[in-house]
């Protein structure tokens, strides 16, 4: 029973194929077009899931849809009928893309899936948007039963819910409304700290230990109620987004200082405090929907998804101070991720197929997108003329990479499937030395391009992860923040941008914060002494596993700071393609392609496009 799901046409459009409940391939639009966040109706992506399954023409079960169009198209309808008349110069726009467009999803799907040699099956299936979420959730999670926590901007109308997953069920319990949202509102701070929507919402959770939750009391006295249960009320005076328009308005300028930050402007000390203060009340609020989970549920295990899910910060404190024994985040928690979700959702709760538990979970360590094999990488370098070393060894060409680490050298990683969802672990990655107190300086502004003050991922090998950080759960998808052990420290963890001696609020001092050596991996130790782990086992991601295994062996340290593989403003990298640009473009010294290894010093010049660094 193959079963192709999709989401498209708001953000972040993806594909999934499910085989009778195990996930066979599942990729972004964003990898093939190129486009960050490609919303478009993913024809990419589904050529991609198809093929990789060996789908016959006529093959497909069913197509499942990660939402209900119409229910949305009522939504945004009466959205504008509550602004009245500010929504007017939005309100053209809005409907042209409606009735052009997104209320023909079937036909879309149909002409989309046709346009690919493919035949649409007889049943379509819409799921709701948060169902969608839920059933990314908890279908792909090691539990059997588990409570179910979505949180994103906004779905059909739900904007966060709690369910219930037993078996091959998933049920919503509750739900909280739009225009009420948890995720809009991170949104709102995220667009007023002059970060993109959408995008640079982790952005903002970076920026949140530099900064001292002064406006915890104004968000809570004015901008929303947070209730015992967690659920929210906003008041709506502060926000412009029902007239479609921007996130905020002249009313939330004036509460915080000052007009929302344009996006190239320094980082001042008003932008570190308010992304202190929103990520206090969001993890306040998830910590009480978590509550009312357990109350409502009396399950012991969570499972999380929706865009707010990405908030590792807030995840760390769940595990660490929630009611649940254990938690599980899906890897892809935005709307790619369900896309696989409403193709579970299909498969158990309409066609009633049985659901199989799989451990350490269904998701495959999300390596699940396209591969490329070596002697085809080789075949192709050798046409084009660009110098490498074939290392058909696993071990040995482990050995070099660590080795090229070690001395110094930035090392990017494409091998084997490409992951799902936004985190690059260890397939198409870029490597470095977390000793080195340079490496993040390096790396952000030379091969990165990006700010200054972004922090870096460590991977860690899973079997020493407890050495390393205060972790002792699995952590394989970045989903969890751990504060680095107490040992490894060299001073003390600092809350609150406190060591910040003249308390002056310039870029420049942030860049000089960041730099500071904390522990003896300072590249990818915040501020406050934590870091967002990536815990890597042998048997999910083996050829990463032997990278960090020979840095180990090496060196004595487990842990490489890991970079998904791209440029600021671009999706990661997707082909060997797309990979040899990158390091071409950009400071990157060696080049790992499967097997094939390139140095950059041997490389022809490059005579290609050099990409602007976009924003992102
Ligand atoms: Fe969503």
Redesign the pocket.
Known sequence: MDILGISAL?HDAAAALVRDGEVIAAAQQERFSRRKHDPSFPLDAIAYCLSEGGVAPDGLTAVAY??KPLTTFVRILKSYVAAGPRGIRTFPTAMSEWTGRKLWTSYEIEKGIRSLGWNMPKQLLYAE??I??AAAAFYPSPFDRAAIL?M????EWATSSIGLGRGRHVELLREQRFPDSL?LLYSAFTFHCGFRVNSGEYKLMGLAPYGEPTYVDTILDELVELRDDGSIRLDLKYFDFLAGRRMTNQRFDDLFGGPARKPEDPIGRRERDLAASIQQVIEEAVLRSAATAHDLTGEHHLVL???VALNCVANGRLLREGPFEKIWVQPAA??AG?ALGCAMWATHEILDQPRTVVLPDGMKGSYLGPNFEPDDVAASLTTAERPFTRIPDDTERAARVAELIDEGSVVAVFAGRMEFGPRALGNRSILADPRNPETQRTLNLKVKKREGFRPFAPAVLAEHAAEWFDLDVPSPYMTLVAQVSAERMLVPATVGGGNDPAGTDDATDLTDLVAQVRSTIPAVTHLDGSARVQTVDAEQAPSFHRILTAFHQRTGCPVLVNTSFNVRGEPIVGTPEDAYRCFMTTDIEHLLIEDCLLSKADQPPWTGPVPEPELD
Request: glycine content about 32%.
């Open positions: 708001y990660y939402d948007h948060h969608s979420h979505t994103d901007g906004v779905g995720g998804a929706g865009g935005g709307d369900s």
